[in-house]
């Protein structure tokens, strides 16, 4: 009984031991933000709202493609762009307003 008091003890202090080192670590660095979604988040601030309001394309949900369209519509309606930026831009319009997975539906 005296060995099964001991072990008790020895785990309850290496419980508490590991609880305050865990409690003292540094919390992990967050996942920086991909160059892609960065770059385009600039980009995207820096030329669409000129002139449109963030509430302009909030709605739309759709993929890379849909998304370089839309995009070369404004350089014909003269947006001024280079394909990098515009790629850039599809890129994290992709990744935050991409289409809907029926996972998301549920």
Do not use: F
């Not at 609880?19 to 540094?26: E, K």
């Not at 280079?82 to 029926?102: F, S, W």
């Amino acid at each position: 009984m005296s060995q099964l008091l001991r072990g008790a003890a020895l785990l309850l202090c290496l419980s508490v031991v590991a609880t305050a080192r865990a409690q003292d670590a540094p919390a992990p660095p967050q996942a920086p933000a991909t160059a892609a979604q960065t770059s385009g988040q600039q980009v995207l601030q820096r030329k669409c709202a000129q002139c449109h309001a963030a509430t302009m394309w909030t709605a739309l949900r759709q993929d890379h493609r849909a998304w370089e369209a839309t995009l070369y519509r404004m350089v014909g309606r003269g947006a001024l762009w280079t394909p990098e930026e515009i790629n850039a831009m599809a890129d994290y319009l992709t990744q935050i307003r991409g289409p809907v997975t029926p996972a998301q539906n549920r």
